[in-house]
């Protein structure tokens, strides 16, 4: 087995460079001094999920991948897309893939075969929900507005802070111990999306209304937003389909990657409105 210092010259290559999770991930490489390529339409060599062309040139003389499929592994052909990315990675040579993939939903853990059976070392990290939808996405806005409207039911969700998947997905990228592990990540308790939101008035201070809407009528507002239909096709998956009770539940996958507990929802809360996440911006006209 390869020890963490034999991989030291081992380039990885992260994909979704610019998001949530890859942002985080190559951050922490950086500063491991670790030797990283950027996958991302702004990188040299430049990478896009939607342009095959782009995929040999960002995976030469590449050892380890972090896939992250954008928009989400639940759209329709994604699974196509992961096989064919997974072939073109192994005949040029890499050696392991890590796949981040979503909870609860099975076209995702379809892609989770595909990576399984490339025929080379592999680990899977299974996020749920993340925190960062409430400060660095779709959320952010409303949150600022003090209204969020949502057409959610109360149900459970174990939201996990996008820094401990970069945690969890470092060390299955750079350690091969992990390899073959598929790692169910979520955080340490369930809340509903309106008790989160409460919770994040009552640390910030800050009114914020809930209110839980007809799938029918926030898809016609996405729409009135000119959000693209793939997109709304998407979030009305997710939203109608996995928030159904199936992930009510916590897991253990920090842990057993880490060694120790993730992070709560309320520290989350605490750690992004230090950062200045919601403060709400000011026109300078």
């Known amino acids: 087995m390869s020890t963490v210092k034999e991989n030291k010259q081992q380039t990885i290559l992260v994909t979704g460079a610019t998001g949530k999770t890859g942002s985080r991930i190559l951050q922490r490489l950086n500063e491991m001094k670790w030797p990283v390529r950027i996958g991302s339409r702004s990188a040299n060599p430049t990478f896009d999920w939607t342009d095959k062309t782009t995929w040999q040139p960002a995976l030469q003389d590449i050892h380890t991948v972090y896939i992250a499929f954008v928009p989400d592994l639940a759209v329709p052909g994604a699974d196509d897309i992961i096989r064919a990315f997974t072939k073109t990675a192994v005949d040029l040579g890499v050696k392991k893939l890590v796949l981040l993939s ?8 379809v892609c989770e075969q595909v990576v399984m059976q490339a025929g080379v070392d592999w680990s899977i990290v299974r996020a749920s929900w993340f925190c960062q939808n409430f400060s660095e996405g779709y959320l952010t806005e409303p949150i600022i507005g003090g209204f ?12 996990i802070d996008t820094d401990d998947i970069a945690d969890v997905a470092v060390v299955t990228l750079t350690d091969d111990r992990h390899n073959g592990q598929l790692y169910e990540v979520t955080g ?8 989160a939101v409460e919770e994040i008035s ?10 839980r809407v007809p799938m029918k009528a926030y898809a016609e507002v996405l729409v009135e937003h000119q959000v693209p239909d793939e997109y709304v096709q998407l979030i009305t998956y997710l939203f109608s389909k996995i928030l159904d009770g199936r992930n009510a539940s916590v897991s253990d996958g920090v842990e057993r990657a880490l060694g120790r507990k993730p992070t709560d929802f309320a520290d989350f809360v605490r750690k992004a409105a230090a950062a200045g996440a919601w403060k709400e911006v000011v026109s300078n006209k």
């Open 102 to 109: 979503g909870r609860g939903e099975p076209e995702a853990q």
């Open 148 to 159: 969020v409207a949502l057409p959610v039911p109360n149900i459970g969700e174990p939201f």
């Open 188 to 195: 340490p308790r369930l809340l509903s999306f309106k008790q």
């Open 202 to 211: 009552k640390i910030t201070g800050k009114s914020i209304h809930y209110e």
